[in-house]
């Protein structure tokens, strides 16, 4: 009796959770709207702002929806943990969230793209000597739990101390007062921090990539078709100017130097 | 799953949340004791302080605790728990201020189940303990606090099963325990995330049930039969 009852229990708690996981698909394609998963929080990049959106991820996603033929974009945060189950569960159409192609997530999705290639990159005092890696020996790194940058660093440089936070504000204040020595992630991250006006002339990008990021566009895997309208979308925004003009309103002001040997980029086959 | 082990140090990020856990619990149970001791205790500025204490401290976020400990009182005020020239020195740091934290928490939580021990101690005891002479530290040390334990075991566990899965809590200030594996994993092997969940699920259901039924039956066993 009590084994039974307990497995009633079971099938009705498993029941729920498959029933919540239909309930978050459905509208995905078709029409005119679309919804596409951005960063809420990178300032540069995609950034929620009271309902505001800006960015540079933001101005290609809306690029390639109008593209697409989407009137009606629905802008929906997608922090870097959630992003493949964003996309397999349907949530999201599209994924412009400085989302790195890397083999282990075309596991789970297909990408479009790239439409950037970012390097990782140090930020420091402004008034600090480090100008590369090579200088980190012995020196306090900051990053967060789970990014690649850190671990690349780590691996290549095993003086280096590093001080991971959950997340990259807990970073700036501690470089800016000069406790930790620098701070690592992709250079088009640092260039949004060191361009927001509270750290205006305090903090510098040292620009001197020292990886490569490619950032694609994260869609549902398999979906061939889709990447390919995506890919022609990009090379039209490339072609038109309109994906210089992103880059300029977007890193410029930060004084970040975009690397144009491997900008703009051109899409990889569809797959 | 070997693979998640090869890639991962996943044994060294569950040794250093039991680290966590262990020395978190053992002063949180030091400085709870007192606590309640202050709180129980004759003196009415020990008792505000205690009050005091424990409701400031219960209702802050614990992330944010933590997060003060390193960056306020480690990175501003320079208060170092480890060298400052080690070649360890973030780690280490890292480690002990998550455990200061950790402390500080849950000593709150100690205080008040440790209390509501000492209130299944009737008046009586401690009344005959006084009026046969035993001052109020003696009665407190042989009278009333062997018994408040025994009765604060139940609640006492819920707070150890709560102290072990909030370490996970350390992760905010870049400490290397389970919840850094689990981002760690999720970041860099999304295909295998199904596995890390039930990895890191597996591991502290392991840990807590155990704990939780010892625990339980010791408190049935050890209970002071009025």
Redesign the interface.
Known sequence: MKISRFAALAGAASLAVGLSACGGGGGASGGDSIKIGIKFDQPGLGLNDAGKYSGFDVDVANYVAKELGKTKVTFVQAP??Q???LIATGQVDLIFATYSITD??K??VSFAGPYFIAGQDLLVAADSTITGPKDLD?K?LCSV????SA?NVKKDYP?V??????TYS?CL??VV?G??DALTTDNTILAGYAAQPAYKGKLKVVGAPFSEERYGVGLKKGDVELCKKVNTALEKMVSSGEWQKAVDKNFGPAGFKVDSATNPPKPDACS | MGELFAQFDVWSAFGQTLYLAFFSAIGALIIGTILAIMRVGPVGIFNKAGAAYVNLVRNTPLTLII?FCL?ALH??LKIYLAPEDS?????DN?VRWAIVGLTVYHAAFVCEALRSGINTVPTGQAEAARSIGLTFTQSLREVVLPQAFRGAIAPMASVLIALIKNTTVA????V?ETA?FM??G??????L?FLIFVLVAGFFVLLTMPLGIALTHLSQRLAVKR
């Open positions: 870097s943990k992003r493949e189950d282990a997530r596991e789970k012995g306090k739990t789970g990014s690649t671990d003086g101390q590093l001080q991971n936070f959950d807990k204040d501690l007062n406790q930790l | 997060t960056i990175y501003q070649p360890t020195s973030i780690v890292g992760y905010a200030i870049g290397a850094a981002r760690d999720l970041e860099f092997r999304p295909d995330s």
